[in-house]
DNA sequence: AAAATGATCCTT
DNA sequence: AGGATCATTTTC
C-alpha cells in the first residue's frame, strides 16, 4: 500500500514550522503529545504519536546537559536554533532522541519519551530484532526513549539534522490531546538532580497503553 | 592517561 | 535488584 508524501493514513499532515519550536520548552513538550514523528529512510518509512515527553530547560535546570552552559561537543547542537535533533548515546549502547527549542542561545530541548507506532510496523519490529507482531508486542515496540530511537531508526548519524527539512520531521495531522487526558510527573532517572528531580516536566497522555510508565 | 558516569533496557 | 557496555566527561 502506498502513501504519498504528507499524508498519513488518508489524512493530509502539515510539518511543524520552525515557530513551534521557538516556544517556551514547556509548552513545547506539552503540544509535542499528539504529533506524529515520521523518519524517512532508505530502509522505508516509520510513523510514530508522541504520547510522552520530557522538557530539560537549560543552564538553570541541573538534570540537563547543558546545567551551567556546559557546552561540549556532544552538547553544542543544543545552542543553536530550534527545530534541529539533538541525538545523544547512554550507556553506551542506546540512543535518545530530543528536539531543540528556543532561538539559538538558549540550550533547551524536549526528549521524546514514548510513541504509538503508527505506520511502518514491520520495519520497526525488524530494527528491534523482533520476530512476530502481537498487540503486546506492539505495545513495546517505542515505549522508552532508547527503543523508539531503535524502531524509528534514529542514531547519531542524525544529530543536528533539520526538523523543517523532508528526513526526520515530526507533523501535526489534526488529533489533539485534551487538557483533561494530560499527565504531568517528575521525569524518570534524573535522581542525581538536587531539587530538579521534583519539577513536573515530564508530559503524558493519561491511560494511554504506549507510554513507558503508567501515570 | 585513567576513572567515573550515565535522560536505558532486559533478565532474574 | 543487577548486569550489559562504551562514548563522553571529569579528574588526575
Redesign the pocket.
Known sequence: MSQRPGSVQGLRSAKLPREFYLQDTLAVARHLLGKLLVHDAQEGRTIGRIVET?A?QGPGDK????YNN?C????EIMYGPGGHA?V???????H?F?VVTRPAGSPQ?V?I?ALEPMDGLGLMARR?GLKELTPSIER?LAN?????CQAMGIN?ELNGEDLCADRLYLADDGAAIAETDVCQTP????D?AGEAKDYLWRFLVFDNPYV?RPS
Open positions: 520530557e530539560y538534570a540537563a546537559h547543558s556546559l561540549s561537543k556532544r552538547t539533538y545523544f548515546q547512554v550507556y553506551g549502547m542506546h535518545c530530543n530541548v526528549l519519551r528491534r513495546n522508552g526513549p532508547g527503543k523508539l547519531r521525569r524518570i532517572n534524573i542525581y513507558s
